[in-house]
């Protein structure tokens, strides 16, 4: 027995195995043109390798509602049709080899427009097929960074609008599971943290005040993802930044509430909020924020974070410390992760059955 390979079910979606693909950005769609945002043979690749690896569910990487909500010019997006119709075709492969397909839907706030990290990941001009990004306030990420735009009320509900239409279309694209990006100092979490928030209106200020822009994107979400498919939510359970800004207190209050308003389970990362913070990196080092929200609430949670090994990975879960782990750059490493895990388990993975359904 090993509890990495249990089956686990959220609302109606029975993933096969506690091994789970984190959403990470890879940063190869074409940056401007018919094909920007769009996923190609490179994307179709890169999936269709953990599925056929035995990853009981992989959360695509940030997927952006709009242009301007790229991380980088080459990030992928699902705000048109081409889009979706492109995605289908990954979709269709993983839900064939019996992974089911989740994606992680997103908006940069004012980390936006920035190079590919093997670039350096510093900002990039209308030269480099940049834009002006917009975030809760004025207050750039970093030196060197813009100035964002600070948005408007309306604005605001115009990008909640955004994250709705996204999620119609991920169900038309296929996927079975939608991540709501609030973590790494992106836009959602721009406005939970008060070192990026300075808003004086009802968007800025009290716990309420700054958590009102995630509530709002979950319940839109909500609203036009199906009933019976499972909703999740990426947060940063601390700045790194102590009382300055967004603790793991905080995200132990939010947790219950996102669970009120709908969200199945949390995948618990840190940081991304402010550059020049000490993190404490190392083996696990994040297992204790998500161990925490399951132990203080009745959300679920995925840990995330140098999880590299199979014993490792078995013990958080034997622990009661997650429900499920995330693994990020081990599966760029090793696709077939999950199956050397079952092996070295000695547990059963997918049947041939199970890898070959029809389309
Ligand atoms: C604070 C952890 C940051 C890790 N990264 C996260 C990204 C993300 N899109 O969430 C992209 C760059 C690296």
Redesign the pocket.
């Known amino acids: 027995f090993a509890a990495l390979f249990e089956p686990y079910t959220l609302r109606s979606v029975t993933v096969p195995n506690r091994v789970w693909m984190a ?3 890879q940063y190869s769609a074409e940056a401007f043109g018919p094909n920007a945002g769009v996923a190609g043979d490179w994307h179709f690749a890169h999936y269709a390798a953990r599925a056929t690896g035995g990853t009981g569910l992989i959360i695509q ?2 997927t952006a509602v709009s242009p301007e909500g790229r ?1 980088s010019p080459y990030d992928l997006g699902i705000w048109n049709d081409t889009q979706v119709e492109a995605l289908r075709r990954i979709t269709g492969f993983l839900k064939a080899r019996g992974t089911v397909p989740g994606i ?1 839907i ?1 908006h ?1 706030g004012r980390k936006a427009s920035t190079d590919r ?1 093997w670039k350096g ?1 510093a900002p990039v001009g209308p030269d480099a097929h940049g834009w002006q990004p917009v975030a809760p306030s004025a207050v750039p990420f970093a030196e060197g960074h813009p100035v964002p735009d600070e948005l408007t009320i309306d604005e605001i509900a115009e990008v909640t609008g955004q994250f709705a239409a996204a999620a119609e279309r991920a169900l038309a694209a296929g996927y079975e599971v939608v991540e709501i ?1 609030g ?4 836009l959602i979490g721009e406005f939970l943290s008060p070192h990026s928030n300075r808003r004086t209106d009802a968007y800025g200020g009290s716990f309420e005040n700054r958590t009102r822009f995630a509530l709002e994107v979950v319940d839109a979400v909500r609203a036009v993802w199906p009933e019976e498919l499972p909703l999740l939510f ?1 947060i ?1 359970a601390t700045d790194w930044l102590e009382e300055e800004g967004w603790t793991a207190d905080e995200t132990v209050r939010l947790a219950r509430l996102l669970q009120e308003h709908g969200v199945d389970l949390l995948d618990v ?4 909020l402010a550059p020049g913070v000490t ?1 404490p990196v190392g083996p696990g080092y994040q297992v204790p924020f998500a161990a925490r929200v399951k132990a203080e609430t009745t959300l679920p949670v995925a840990a995330v974070g140098l999880i590299t090994e199979p014993g490792q990975a078995e013990k958080i879960l034997a622990n009661g410390e997650a429900d499920a782990v995330l693994l990020g750059r081990e599966l760029l490493r090793d696709p077939f992760w999950a199956r050397r895990a079952a092996e070295e388990l000695g547990a059963p993975i997918r049947t041939p059955e199970q890898y070959h359904r029809s389309w």
């Open positions: 959403a990470m950005c990487e940030a991380i992680q997103a940069a990290t990941g990006h973590a790494h100092g992106y990426r940063s990362s840190t940081g991304g993190i």
